[in-house]
């Protein structure tokens, strides 16, 4: 049985930082083209960086610069660094697995910025 579960969201100051987690379970993060998708209240999802098994890595334009995907084979997880946040980035986040057209969603993490 396949599990992504996200955590490390919370409420944050502009121009904050959070780190999401999302550990896996039942695949390896490390053979799978992995994603941190976003949806805000009354807007599409969105993917915001994704990152294949090769390590290559790709952004929204808008958080170029600001977060960084990144994997850690060991503990089979995979992180977003969230720096200079604003209050564009409130949204619900959400990490995704995918191989030979199959996709696995984990259950989201709430990320609030406001002062």
């Known amino acids: 049985q396949v599990q992504l579960v996200e955590s490390g969201g919370g409420l944050v100051q502009p121009g904050g930082s959070l780190r999401l987690s999302c550990a896996a379970s039942g695949i390896i993060v490390s053979i799978y083209a992995m994603g941190w998708y976003r949806q805000a209240p009354g807007k599409q999802r969105e993917l915001v960086a994704g990152?294949?098994?090769?390590?290559?890595?790709n952004y929204a334009d808008s958080v170029k610069g600001r977060f960084t995907i990144s994997r850690d084979n060991a503990k089979n997880t995979v992180y977003l660094q969230m720096n200079s946040l604003k209050p564009e980035d409130t949204a619900v986040y959400y990490c995704?697995?995918?191989?030979?057209?199959?996709?696995?969603w984990g259950q989201g993490t709430q990320v609030t910025v406001s002062s």
């Open positions: 990152m294949t098994s090769g390590r290559g890595t």
């Open positions: 995704k697995a995918n191989r030979f057209a199959t996709d696995y």
